[in-house]
């Protein structure tokens, strides 16, 4: 997808076909996602079936791939100020996820891999959470409310706990994971939306 802008900046038209194409291409990206781990030592494609339980394979494995832009690591002391980071080391916008336009300066600290892994980890814990609860739907996320940190970003709605944006979310796993923190990952999060039986947080 070519883009230059922001997805906070797109009108409700543009969100709404931006949205259409992401939902789209979703096959597609879930399909690179088994691709690559199957190539990298990473669970099958037989596992990776949008179950909730594959996401525990998926995240042991796709965690492995994360890593911080060199000297772009943020200081684990969440208090502490970090240091700028240059944007002209960061490969151009057009080759990276649209969402990392909405805060380069956070995004642009982790490498341009890690950042498209984090963008398909989410598609698949977003398909996984449809997969698992019949009234889930992909919509625009959009609120008057200003500064919505969901503003025209493909968003899942129609869950038990309402709306939830997965690729956002395993950006903010992939930052824990990085400095150590322990977690169960996505699945986790599959659970907490869909109320999944069976499984204990």
């Given amino acids: 997808m070519t883009h230059a802008r922001r997805l906070a900046d797109l009108n409700k038209q543009e969100a709404s076909d931006y949205k259409d194409?992401?939902?789209a291409s979703l096959p597609a990206r879930i399909e690179r996602l088994r691709s690559l781990a199957a190539a990298t030592g990473g669970p099958s494609a037989d596992v990776l079936n949008l179950s909730?339980?594959?996401?525990d394979d998926l995240w042991r494995w796709g965690?492995?791939?994360l890593?911080?832009?060199r000297g772009a690591a943020p200081p684990a002391d969440s208090a502490a100020v970090p240091e700028?980071?240059?944007l002209a080391t960061v490969e151009p916008a057009e080759e990276l996820p649209i969402w990392f336009l909405d805060s380069p300066a956070t995004w642009g600290r982790f490498t341009k891999d890690s950042l498209w892994m984090i963008n398909d980890l989410g598609c698949y814990l977003g398909e996984v959470v449809r997969a698992e609860c019949p009234t889930a739907r992909w919509?625009?996320?959009?609120?008057?409310?200003?500064?919505?940190?969901?503003?025209?970003r493909p968003v899942l709605d129609g869950l038990?706990?309402?709306v939830a944006e997965p690729i956002s979310t395993t950006g903010g796993l992939a930052h824990e994971h990085l400095?150590?923190?322990?977690?169960r990952g996505l699945i986790d999060y599959a659970i907490r939306w869909t109320n999944a039986s069976g499984q204990a947080l």
């Fill in 139 to 152: 919509k625009v996320g959009q609120s008057r409310r200003r500064g919505y940190i969901h503003q025209n």
């Fill in 21 to 23: 194409r992401f939902v």
């Fill in 63 to 65: 965690s492995s791939h």
């Fill in 52 to 55: 909730v339980p594959s996401l």
């Fill in 160 to 162: 038990p706990v309402g």
């Fill in 179 to 183: 400095f150590g923190r322990a977690s």
């Fill in 67 to 69: 890593a911080w832009r």
């Fill in 84 to 86: 700028k980071l240059d």
